[in-house]
């Protein structure tokens, strides 16, 4: 699939091309898709205890991912995936306060599971999304 362009953001990013093989994000068209993001630092790689720090800090990580791919930010997306350790009120709650905060003009479809275990022993949360982005789908096709 070399004819399409990924993405891994310095720090975390690149760390997990290196030692998990994988990108941060990949545009399809004027689509972009991202994998799941968790709630580490994304300079260090280190995770907060915490459930709810842990969402935003992964909310925030959505975000860089996007923009670095050349898109706007949650305001494009349209899809989320999010997987929890545990999935309880707690994380539906941080999840939704989240959504009202990065996308207050519209909801996404979303997808939400309990799952046994996370790619990091420390990692409570994972968020995967696809945005749509017309106008940078251009500009990375003209570089």
Not at 17 to 27: G, I, L, M, N, P
Not at 92 to 114: C, S
Request: no cysteine; glycine share 10%; net charge negative.
């Amino acid at each position: 699939m070399s004819h399409l362009q990924y993405y891994s953001y310095d720090g975390v990013g690149k760390r997990n091309v290196e030692k998990y093989s994988y990108s941060q994000a990949v545009r399809v068209g004027d689509r972009i898709e991202i994998s799941g993001q968790g709630g580490w630092h994304p300079t260090t790689g280190e995770f907060q205890r915490d459930v709810n720090a842990q969402i935003d800090q992964a909310f925030a990580n959505v975000e860089r991912t996007l923009k670095d791919a050349g898109g706007k930010g949650w305001s494009q997306v349209y899809r989320v995936n999010s997987y929890h350790l545990p999935l309880n009120d707690e994380a539906l709650e941080a999840m939704v306060r989240n959504f009202k905060t990065y996308m207050p003009d519209h909801q996404p479809l979303w997808t939400t599971i309990g799952v046994s275990r996370l790619g990091e022993d420390a990692m409570r949360v994972e968020i995967e999304v696809v945005a749509h982005d017309p106008e940078g789908a251009k500009a990375a096709s003209s570089k």
